[in-house]
């Protein structure tokens, strides 16, 4: 059973469209991190969310923490091809200090 | 701005052999962990550290493993007789604090022929 579900497993959209990412849990979170990670390469951290409900903004990313911090989201507002990436959420719960990694999510834009 | 670094970036052993990894955390982080990614496979957390000890360690984490910091800067993975299946790319990370966000290396992408 996987701790932190993400959906979908991929998304190729058109560059200008919007898209979401989705990471969902049945346990619950101290934080939440997104991280972008690029073939060969280690994870890059995007973003971490701590309380429940909040949203985060990074330029054209928006990043949101559910209300009982089970379940987070990533919104991308026109999306360009440079956003092309493996995006993954991981959690950090408040009993241990592992990360626990989502699958990842493969967005792919085209021009 | 501060990074991980991971060196080498690719070793390549034979099945048995003891292989050293090691990694450079940010200077003023306390807490180091390893995790390590099977090609295809999603990151899976090893081992986390802090004041000269194993904090944690996942089922993966067996006798064949170990941990160091021998200085005052660097982490080291060890593994003493490597199997075909630790072939995979290994991240080291660290964190200022146990329950902050962790920053990654770039990985060393480890192959066991």
């Known amino acids: 059973t996987q701790l932190l579900e993400q959906s979908p497993q991929f998304l190729s959209i058109q560059e200008g469209e919007n898209l979401t990412v989705y990471c969902n849990s049945s346990?619950?979170?101290?934080?939440l991190q997104w991280y972008r990670q690029e073939p060969g390469e280690g994870p890059v951290l995007l973003v971490t969310v701590v309380t429940g409900g909040e949203v985060k903004k990074l330029k054209r990313l928006t990043f949101q923490f559910g209300d009982a911090r089970k379940d987070s989201s990533l919104h991308i507002t026109a999306a360009q091809p440079g956003d092309t990436g493996l995006y993954l959420c991981a959690g950090l719960r408040s009993n241990d200090y592992k990360l626990s990694f989502g699958a990842g999510t493969t967005v792919t834009v085209r021009a | 701005e501060p990074e991980v670094t991971q060196t080498p970036s690719h070793q390549v052993t034979q099945m048995g052999q003891e292989v050293i990894l090691r990694c450079v955390p940010i200077?003023?982080?306390?807490?180091f962990y390893w995790y390590r990614q099977i090609l295809g496979q999603k990151v899976e957390f090893l081992v986390s550290?802090?004041?000269?000890?194993?904090?944690?360690k996942s089922e993966i984490f067996d006798d064949q493993f170990s941990v160091e910091r021998p200085d005052g800067s660097n982490f080291t993975l060890k593994i003493r007789s490597t199997k075909l299946e630790d072939s995979a790319m290994y991240f080291c990370?660290?964190?200022?604090?146990?329950?902050?966000?962790?920053?990654f290396g770039p990985g060393t992408r480890l192959t066991v022929t």
């Open positions: 990370a660290s964190s200022r604090q146990g329950l902050y966000e962790q920053y």
């Open positions: 550290f802090y004041n000269n000890e194993i904090s944690e």
């Open positions: 346990s619950v979170f101290s934080s």
């Open positions: 200077s003023n982080h306390l807490y």
